[in-house]
């Protein structure tokens, strides 16, 4: 039923068509051409604009990918080692040495012969200022004949013992060429020596005391003057046809400071055995060739 209309429309359709006047069907027809024309070129600037987008598009860069990136990586310059300083031979380094001044100073007379060492804090008398100090001394030289000259004088300082009642402390050498072997051996008096302790006084015995090769004789002998007491001990020795003495002296005042306390003369005496210790004396033929001076009179009288 559904067919037969069908077809009953196609053919009312088709007579239709070609009742249409011409004039009518060529107005369609260039219509119909026109409409195809201008699709035609619509679809050509379709495909113009097409091309030209995807020149563009495949002109842009594309992003390097980053296997690329890797591949394209410039190598690393191979590391350089320097070579160890170590190894290299060490300059020598100029340290600046500091020298120290030596602890002792050595004294020695070229006219007598006479060589010591003190220590160099203490202080040195010689020539006129050594004869001063000795004869101004309480307990002067102790030759048995007068004709002795000091030679040296060596003062140590009160400022060892501080707030202490040492008064003065010295070792002094002397030369009499006036004397004999014998008579050097002797000593002007014999001094009682009163102890500490204030006992009955002892009478100094003369003794011998061996310096190297050398013989010396000794005495000792005490001097008082109110609380001042001055102890001195003498060293004889016959050398070069000369009589040589060598005396240790200490005094105290015996007053004593707000916080101050008594010196023990046997630790001063220590001090100044040190200094004995170490002299020397030279041969006569050695002293003529290398210093032919005589030595100069002193001005003070001598014992």
């Given at each position: 039923?559904?067919?037969?209309?069908?077809?009953?429309?196609?053919?009312?359709?088709?007579?239709?068509?070609?009742?249409?006047?011409?004039?009518?069907?060529?107005?369609?027809?260039?219509?119909?051409?026109?409409?195809?024309?201008?699709?035609?070129?619509?679809?050509?600037?379709?495909?113009?604009?097409?091309?030209?987008?995807?020149?563009?598009?495949?002109?842009?860069?594309?992003?390097?990918?980053?296997?690329?990136?890797?591949?394209?990586?410039?190598?690393?310059?191979?590391?350089?080692?320097?070579?160890?300083?170590?190894?290299?031979?060490?300059?020598?380094?100029?340290?600046?040495?500091?020298?120290?001044?030596?602890?002792?100073?050595?004294?020695?007379?070229?006219?007598?012969?006479?060589?010591?060492?003190?220590?160099r804090k203490y202080s040195l008398e010689t020539?006129?200022?050594?004869?001063?100090?000795?004869?101004?001394?309480?307990?002067?030289?102790?030759?048995?004949?007068?004709?002795?000259?000091?030679?040296?004088?060596?003062?140590?300082?009160?400022?060892?013992?501080?707030?202490?009642?040492?008064?003065?402390?010295?070792?002094?050498?002397?030369?009499?060429?006036?004397?004999?072997?014998?008579?050097?051996?002797?000593?002007?008096?014999?001094?009682?020596?009163?102890?500490?302790?204030?006992?009955?006084?002892?009478?100094?015995?003369?003794?011998?005391?061996?310096?190297?090769?050398?013989?010396?004789?000794?005495?000792?002998?005490?001097?008082?003057?109110?609380?001042?007491?001055?102890?001195?001990?003498?060293?004889?020795?016959?050398?070069?046809?000369?009589?040589?003495?060598?005396?240790?002296?200490?005094?105290?005042?015996?007053?004593?400071t707000e916080g101050g306390k008594h010196v023990?003369?046997?630790?001063?005496?220590?001090?100044?055995?040190?200094?004995?210790?170490?002299?020397?004396?030279?041969?006569?033929?050695?002293?003529?060739?290398?210093?032919?001076?005589?030595?100069?009179?002193?001005?003070?009288?001598?014992?």
């Amino acid at each position: 039923m559904n067919r037969i209309n069908l077809f009953r429309n196609l053919s009312v359709r088709s007579k239709a068509f070609r009742s249409v006047p011409a004039t009518l069907e060529s107005v369609t027809w260039g219509k119909t051409n026109f409409d195809k024309a201008s699709s035609t070129l619509v679809f050509a600037g379709l495909l113009i604009v097409c091309s030209v987008a995807v020149g563009c598009s495949s002109d842009q860069p594309k992003p390097a990918k980053s296997t690329n990136q890797v591949a394209m990586t410039q190598p690393m310059p191979p590391i350089t080692t320097t070579p160890d300083a170590t190894a290299l031979p060490a300059k020598p380094v100029h340290k600046k040495v500091v020298r120290k001044a030596p602890v002792t100073v050595t004294y020695a007379d070229k006219t007598s012969g006479v060589s010591f060492q003190y220590p160099r804090k203490y202080s040195l008398e010689t020539g006129d200022a050594a004869n001063q100090l000795v004869a101004s001394d309480p307990v002067p030289m102790n030759f048995v004949q007068p004709g002795g000259v000091a030679i040296a004088a060596v003062t140590l300082p009160t400022s060892v013992y501080p707030n202490g009642d040492l008064a003065a402390a010295f070792f002094d050498v002397s030369v009499n060429k006036a004397l004999t072997a014998e008579q050097c051996g002797e000593f002007s008096e014999a001094k009682p020596t009163t102890p500490a302790d204030g006992t009955a006084p002892a009478t100094a015995q003369a003794s011998k005391l061996m310096i190297g090769d050398m013989e010396l004789q000794s005495s000792e002998t005490l001097a008082s003057q109110g609380a001042r007491e001055e102890r001195a001990k003498y060293y004889h020795g016959f050398e070069n046809g000369t009589c040589y003495e060598f005396a240790l002296k200490v005094a105290t005042s015996g007053v004593e400071t707000e916080g101050g306390k008594h010196v023990d003369s046997k630790e001063v005496f220590q001090r100044l055995e040190k200094i004995l210790a170490t002299v020397k004396i030279t041969p006569t033929t050695e002293v003529t060739a290398s210093a032919p001076t005589t030595p100069s009179a002193a001005a003070a009288p001598a014992q």
